[in-house]
Every structure is written in structure tokens, then in C-alpha cells.
């Protein structure tokens, strides 16, 4: 599986962004849709994941204010009131239904500043 993100860019705290996932090759192996990202000097983290099912959940600190959604074979990170501690890559990644990861996005850069 290929995935592709995009959408990041440069937004003012209280702002919103939608990043975009495309994944082709093998989509019909693609449970889960998940949405990590990384700010500088910190690990990775997981912000938001989707099933072929619908089920979706969330990190804490951005319940309430993201929205995880896909469409086929594109995955959605709706971004709103965002906050200068937002400012990450963020990355897109496919797990199997065996919980295998199938690949991962290059990485889009989100930066909150005023």
C-alpha cells in the first residue's frame, strides 16, 4: 500500500486545516486508516485512527476538535481550533486486519503560529 498526505501548511491558532490521505496498491487490505504525528523533539504519537467500520477514536488532546473520516481509498483529518502545541508532521498510515502496518504517508507539516 502507497499513501500520499497533503494539506498541511501554516495556520493562526483558532484555525483549521483538512490533510488528506490517498492510498492506492492493495486498498482492499486496509482496515484501519490512523493519523500520527511527531513535533520537533518529541516521539511519535498517535492522534486519531478509523476502521472499515467506522469506529473511530481519538487522542485526548485533541477530542472535540478533530474528526478522522475516509471515503474509499481516501483518508481525512478534519483540523479545527487549532492550537500552537498542533504544530507537528503529521503522518498517515494503513494497518491491516490483522493489525499489520502497511505503510506510511511521507509526512505533511502543520504549523499553528500567529
Known amino acids: 500500500v502507497q499513501l500520499q498526505a497533503s494539506g498541511g501548511g501554516l495556520v493562526q491558532p483558532g484555525g483549521s486545516l483538512r490533510l488528506s490521505c490517498a492510498a492506492s496498491g492493495s486498498i482492499a487490505s486496509i482496515n484501519a486508516m490512523v493519523w500520527y504525528r511527531q513535533a520537533p523533539g518529541k516521539l511519535r504519537e498517535l492522534v486519531a485512527v478509523i476502521d472499515s467500520g467506522g469506529y473511530t477514536n481519538y487522542a485526548d488532546s485533541v477530542k472535540g476538535r478533530f474528526t478522522i473520516s475516509r471515503d474509499n481509498a481516501m483518508g481525512y483529518l478534519q483540523m479545527s481550533s487549532l492550537k500552537p502545541e498542533d504544530t507537528a508532521v503529521y503522518y498517515c498510515?494503513?494497518?491491516?486486519?490483522?493489525?499489520?502496518?502497511?505503510?506510511w504517508g511521507q509526512g505533511t507539516l502543520v504549523t499553528v503560529s500567529s
Open positions: 498510515n494503513a494497518r491491516s486486519y490483522y493489525g499489520n502496518n502497511l505503510g
